[in-house]
């Protein structure tokens, strides 16, 4: 049973234009989101996070929103640069039982920026 | 520099053959996770630790083995058992007690020849 979802396996989006990426979650306990960006043969690096008591966090370029009641958060990147280019995952944790020590992550998608 | 090292980067291993991939972190980080990435798959939790001396099973044991005799080492061994070994390693840590995110290590490619 997958709890977060990345429904877009890849995006692809011209420079300078705005990207969206999307996840969805069924877990109610999840308080706590994450994206994390990804290139080949490398680790995922910390991206943005948001918490749940809040519907929008903005760090330069990438805002996350989160819609509880839809179980929804989205990543915009605004502008997308080539530098963008690599795998996002969407991650969740929350308080239950010792999962607040774990994150739950999204399968990925994979954003192409084009020049 | 604070970090968290995985090594070896690539790794080849036999069919049959127990293998240990290195995890250490200087972070100061109590918790520590192993995952395993797949194409088209994500990350899934293999095992992790909140604590020395003590560690859980994730979503995907079978197969592998850990140990936590030191709060900045947890090593993983991928046994005989482990039906489909070959794959993208990665290793994490975390502050316990919070909700925030990991820091990864750079992962171990795992090849089964």
């Given at each position: 049973?997958?709890?977060?979802?990345?429904?877009?396996?890849?995006?692809?989006?011209?420079?300078?234009?705005?990207?969206?990426?999307?996840?969805?979650?069924?877990?109610?306990?999840?308080?706590?989101?994450?994206?994390?960006?990804?290139?080949?043969?490398?680790?995922?690096?910390?991206?943005?996070?948001?918490?749940?008591?809040?519907?929008?966090?903005?760090?330069?370029?990438?805002?996350?929103?989160?819609?509880?009641?839809?179980?929804?958060?989205?990543?915009?990147?605004?502008?997308?640069q080539p530098g963008?280019?690599?795998?996002?995952?969407?991650?969740?944790?929350?308080?239950?039982?010792?999962?607040?020590?774990?994150?739950?992550?999204?399968?990925?998608?994979?954003?192409?920026?084009?020049? | 520099?604070?970090?968290?090292?995985?090594?070896?980067?690539?790794?080849?291993?036999?069919?049959?053959?127990?293998?240990?991939?290195?995890?250490?972190?200087?972070?100061?980080?109590?918790?520590?996770?192993?995952?395993?990435?797949?194409?088209?798959?994500?990350?899934?939790?293999?095992?992790?630790?909140?604590?020395?001396?003590?560690?859980q099973k994730g979503?995907?044991?079978?197969?592998?083995?850990?140990?936590?005799?030191?709060?900045?080492?947890?090593?993983?061994?991928?046994?005989?058992?482990?039906?489909?070994?070959?794959?993208?390693?990665?290793?994490?840590?975390?502050?316990?007690?919070?909700?925030?995110?990991?820091?990864?290590?750079?992962?171990?490619?795992?090849?089964?020849?």
């Amino acid at each position: 049973d997958q709890q977060v979802k990345q429904n877009s396996p890849s995006l692809s989006v011209q420079e300078g234009r705005i990207s969206i990426l999307n996840c969805d979650y069924t877990n109610s306990m999840f308080d706590y989101f994450l994206w994390y960006k990804k290139y080949p043969a490398e680790g995922p690096t910390f991206l943005i996070s948001i918490s749940s008591i809040k519907d929008k966090n903005e760090d330069g370029r990438f805002t996350v929103f989160l819609n509880k009641s839809a179980k929804h958060l989205s990543l915009h990147i605004v502008p997308s640069q080539p530098g963008d280019s690599a795998v996002y995952f969407c991650a969740a944790s929350g308080i239950s039982g010792g999962s607040n020590y774990k994150l739950t992550f999204g399968k990925g998608t994979l954003l192409t920026v084009n020049p | 520099d604070g970090g968290i090292t995985q090594s070896p980067k690539y790794l080849f291993r036999k069919e049959g053959q127990n293998v240990t991939l290195s995890c250490e972190q200087n972070l100061n980080h109590d918790a520590m996770y192993w995952y395993r990435q797949d194409p088209g798959q994500g990350l899934r939790l293999i095992y992790y630790s909140q604590i020395v001396n003590d560690f859980q099973k994730g979503d995907i044991a079978e197969g592998y083995s850990v140990s936590r005799e030191k709060k900045e080492s947890f090593p993983l061994t991928v046994t005989s058992a482990q039906k489909n070994p070959t794959a993208f390693y990665l290793c994490a840590s975390k502050v316990a007690g919070t909700g925030g995110g990991y820091t990864f290590g750079s992962g171990t490619r795992l090849t089964v020849v």
